[in-house]
């Protein structure tokens, strides 16, 4: 692809991304949401200093657990199509076979992945939430609120507003990417990946932040290769943008980066399959 190409395909993927969290920033928020519940109703019949102290076995993330593992599974088959289809259309040399056949094969790889990270990806966001609560608590404390008025200030907070649209972006990043690398891959044709960054103010950028995304935009490698991301306390590998089995927070949440394939031809300008 040229680089007019490749720009045309990173608007579609920022358009099917922001079609995925009208979507999924909701349910999230929802889910985000229960697992407040038990504090709200713990506070409301005992002590502000006593919900501070049990907080951590109030919480409940059952709801958010399944509500990521749903958008992983959707999301990430949706995205292998819609690269393997892309894919077909850019090269029709590719032996064609019926992308939903691929489903099931797909869904496994995404649920051993999530039985692998995903109770870790719970386990922070949970631990999340408590310093959340543990802030608002402390809040009520010092501003001496009875614990009605802790309550309401619970429920009145906007910070779950805010957070379901950071983890909705960093989790359908991470699922689109994932599911983008499966359906290259189903092609059975030798692929390199590019990186391709928004590259505007709020994009990542040494020395100012702790990772640079700027000097990322356009660098490829093979599709089993890694991506080099220069940090400013050290470099991380990476598979794709929003790897969550090897990047670190400050690597992937609210990263606006996308991943995209091209086929590699040889001397005489075939198509190389694998």
């Known amino acids: 692809m040229n680089r007019q190409q490749q720009n045309a395909r990173f608007r579609q993927l920022q358009r099917q991304q922001a079609k995925y969290e009208k979507i999924w920033q909701p349910r999230i928020k929802e889910a985000l949401d229960a697992s407040f519940k038990p504090i709200l109703a713990f506070i409301k019949d ?53 992308a939903f056949g691929f489903n099931q094969l797909w869904r496994n790889i995404i649920q051993a992945f999530l039985d692998q990270f995903g109770a870790r990806k719970i386990a922070q966001m949970a631990s999340t939430d408590q310093q959340i609560i543990n802030r608002l608590l402390q809040q009520a404390l010092d501003a001496g609120y009875d614990t009605i008025e802790a309550a309401k200030l619970i429920e009145s907070s906007l910070v779950n507003t805010y957070r379901s649209r950071l983890i909705a972006r960093t989790e359908l990043l991470g699922a689109s990417s994932m599911g983008a690398s499966l359906g290259a891959k189903k092609t059975g044709l030798a692929m390199n990946k590019t990186w391709l960054s928004v590259r505007r103010n709020t994009t990542r950028r040494l020395p100012g932040d702790q990772f640079d995304h700027w000097n990322m935009d356009g660098v490829s490698v093979g599709i089993d290769e890694l991506f080099l991301v220069a940090g400013k306390t050290g470099a991380e590998f990476m598979a794709y943008p929003g790897d969550q089995e090897r990047g670190s927070a400050g690597d992937i949440c609210n990263c606006l980066c996308k991943v995209i394939h091209e086929a590699t031809r040889d001397v005489s300008g075939r198509l190389i399959r694998i």
């Open 46 to 98: 005992n002590t502000i200093e006593a919900t501070m102290a049990l907080a951590p076995s109030l919480l409940n993330a059952d709801q958010l657990k399944k509500v990521l593992n749903n958008l992983w599974i959707r999301t990430g088959i949706a995205q292998a199509n819609d690269e393997y289809g892309f894919l077909i259309k850019t090269y029709p040399e590719i032996l064609q076979s019926k």
